[in-house]
């Protein structure tokens, strides 16, 4: 079937072993036996294939080749153990190898960078980085929203994927649980989008495969304001949730603050002697820092945390305001949001409101605030540096020359929407009463 022959040798580690040639198949496999030194039956069509047997008797596939003409070195790629493959397939993939030298593609070269795809490039690990690497910097008020996207959605519809072979299919995949969520289809896309440009810039894939994609339409403008009954049940509820949501949730409608924001609220923050929250630019979602004025109703909630940590004498220094581990803010909105709905209806039922309590969410409290400062005659920038928004009347021409930073209006505007929440909830029908501001603030 063949003869061993000795084989011009291309490189010094080959001397001594003994060359021979023939068809590379099952039947040559098997009777190609061991030798006192390792021997190599290199196939008669594909040059470069062979099969090597070392004196123990142990076979393996080869593949050896030589880039840059003759003045390139040889190479040796090993393709895998006999057993694990059989001769067919060991010579299909010696084929591809044949073609990649062809193209002046170094197989070592190529086998280590679909290792790295594998490895560096596979999405769940790459989103990690991109996570640590990316949005905690870029997006430091709200990587966590991001983060949650990518777990929740992306993470389990692409897995271990390298990320250059991820295409428009795979987005419309990650995309399409959430198609019929308008706002969550729309802030999913953006991350991806964020992902992808990041990893264009590092230089880990050539373009990013959301290029040209369309994104999701806006979601419909919300304007659900919740009334005064809704707001006297909805504080009433609360009381009985008790801490973390109860005094979480009052302290979201009385200071207009954003949800994260409020839940990370640390002691450090807070300044008893002036009344004032120093909301940093690290944690609020816009990047600036914020001074919120700290109302009756807000000072009478933190004074009451404070005393259930113990403190008579004045508020901690430290630490988280709402937690249940003592390291980390509080989560589980939605689940304490549903349980607040639960308990609203329950109230409205028993009173016999004569209206019905129309669907809402957390964030529309900020709304329901800056209605409710409509109605007490407070001017617009006023509130709009309540809530911390950089439009309208700080953005443009007016926010480069108005640096008034409204803080004696923006006092004076929460307490008077703290004197109006407090009015609601005395005995009596005040559903309908508005304590108008005596001088526009």
């Given at each position: 079937?063949?003869?061993?022959?000795?084989?011009?040798?291309?490189?010094?580690?080959?001397?001594?072993?003994?060359?021979?040639?023939?068809?590379?198949?099952?039947?040559?496999?098997?009777?190609?036996?061991?030798?006192?030194?390792?021997?190599?039956?290199?196939?008669?069509?594909?040059?470069?294939?062979?099969?090597?047997?070392?004196?123990?008797?142990?076979?393996?596939?080869?593949?050896?080749?030589?880039?840059?003409?003759?003045?390139?070195?040889?190479?040796?790629?090993?393709?895998?153990?006999?057993?694990?493959?059989?001769?067919?397939?060991?010579?299909?993939?010696?084929?591809?190898?044949?073609?990649?030298?062809?193209?002046?593609?170094?197989?070592?070269?190529?086998?280590q960078d679909k290792?790295?795809?594998?490895?560096?490039?596979?999405?769940?690990?790459?989103?990690?980085?991109?996570?640590?690497?990316?949005?905690?910097?870029?997006?430091?008020?709200?990587?966590?929203?991001?983060?949650?996207?990518?777990?929740?959605?992306?993470?389990?519809?692409?897995?271990s994927k390298p990320?250059?072979?991820?295409?428009?299919?795979?987005?419309?995949?990650?995309?399409?649980?959430?198609?019929?969520?308008?706002?969550?289809?729309?802030?999913?896309?953006?991350?991806?989008?964020?992902?992808?440009?990041?990893?264009?810039?590092?230089?880990?894939?050539?373009?990013?495969?959301?290029?040209?994609?369309?994104?999701?339409?806006?979601?419909?403008?919300?304007?659900?304001?919740?009334?005064?009954?809704?707001?006297?049940?909805?504080?009433?509820?609360?009381?009985?949730?008790?801490?973390?949501?109860?005094?979480?949730?009052?302290?979201?409608?009385?200071?207009?603050?954003?949800?994260?924001?409020?839940?990370?609220?640390?002691?450090?923050?807070?300044?008893?002697?002036?009344?004032?929250?120093?909301?940093?630019?690290?944690?609020?979602?816009?990047?600036?820092?914020?001074?919120?004025?700290?109302?009756?109703?807000?000072?009478?909630?933190?004074?009451?945390?404070?005393?259930?940590?113990?403190?008579?004498?004045?508020?901690?220094?430290?630490?988280?305001?709402?937690?249940?581990?003592?390291?980390?803010?509080?989560?589980?909105?939605?689940?304490?949001?549903?349980?607040?709905?639960?308990?609203?209806?329950?109230?409205?039922?028993?009173?016999?409101?004569?209206?019905?309590?129309?669907?809402?969410?957390?964030?529309?409290?900020?709304?329901?605030?800056?209605?409710?400062?409509?109605?007490?005659?407070?001017?617009?920038?006023?509130?709009?540096?309540?809530l911390n928004h950089?439009?309208?009347?700080?953005?443009?021409?007016?926010?480069?020359?108005?640096?008034?930073?409204?803080?004696?209006?923006?006092?004076?505007?929460?307490?008077?929407?703290?004197?109006?929440?407090?009015?609601?909830?005395?005995?009596?029908?005040?559903?309908?009463?508005?304590?108008?501001?005596?001088?526009?603030?």
């Amino acid at each position: 079937m063949f003869t061993i022959a000795h084989r011009k040798v291309l490189t010094g580690k080959d001397s001594g072993k003994h060359m021979a040639k023939g068809r590379i198949n099952k039947s040559a496999v098997d009777g190609f036996q061991s030798q006192p030194k390792e021997a190599i039956l290199w196939d008669d069509r594909i040059a470069g294939f062979g099969l090597k047997v070392t004196p123990t008797g142990s076979k393996s596939y080869l593949f050896q080749y030589r880039l840059g003409g003759r003045a390139g070195r040889t190479r040796r790629f090993t393709i895998g153990r006999h057993g694990s493959l059989t001769p067919d397939a060991a010579r299909r993939v010696a084929d591809d190898l044949v073609s990649l030298v062809a193209k002046g593609i170094d197989p070592q070269q190529h086998k280590q960078d679909k290792s790295r795809r594998a490895i560096e490039l596979a999405f769940r690990d790459y989103a990690g980085r991109f996570v640590e690497d990316c949005l905690k910097v870029r997006w430091k008020a709200s990587y966590r929203d991001g983060e949650a996207l990518l777990t929740r959605y992306a993470i389990p519809v692409l897995g271990s994927k390298p990320l250059p072979d991820i295409d428009r299919s795979d987005i419309r995949a990650v995309l399409h649980p959430v198609r019929r969520k308008v706002a969550t289809c729309r802030n999913l896309f953006a991350v991806l989008r964020r992902l992808f440009r990041w990893a264009v810039s590092e230089g880990d894939i050539p373009i990013s495969p959301i290029l040209g994609m369309e994104p999701p339409p806006m979601p419909t403008k919300r304007d659900r304001v919740l009334g005064d009954a809704d707001v006297r049940i909805a504080w009433n509820a609360t009381r009985e949730q008790g801490y973390p949501f109860g005094p979480l949730f009052r302290l979201l409608l009385i200071t207009g603050q954003r949800l994260e924001e409020v839940s990370g609220m640390r002691w450090s923050e807070l300044d008893r002697d002036t009344c004032m929250w120093s909301l940093p630019a690290d944690r609020a979602k816009n990047g600036n820092p914020s001074q919120v004025p700290l109302s009756p109703l807000a000072t009478i909630e933190l004074i009451g945390l404070a005393k259930r940590m113990g403190r008579t004498d004045g508020w901690p220094r430290r630490g988280l305001v709402f937690t249940t581990t003592g390291e980390t803010s509080v989560s589980g909105h939605s689940r304490a949001k549903s349980r607040l709905d639960t308990a609203m209806a329950k109230i409205a039922a028993e009173q016999d409101e004569p209206f019905a309590i129309a669907k809402w969410r957390l964030h529309d409290l900020r709304r329901t605030l800056a209605t409710g400062m409509q109605r007490l005659g407070v001017r617009f920038e006023v509130t709009e540096s309540i809530l911390n928004h950089v439009s309208g009347s700080k953005s443009g021409v007016a926010g480069v020359y108005q640096l008034h930073d409204w803080g004696p209006e923006k006092v004076r505007a929460l307490v008077a929407w703290s004197d109006h929440i407090a009015l609601l909830l005395v005995d009596g029908d005040n559903t309908n009463v508005v304590r108008l501001a005596s001088a526009r603030v």
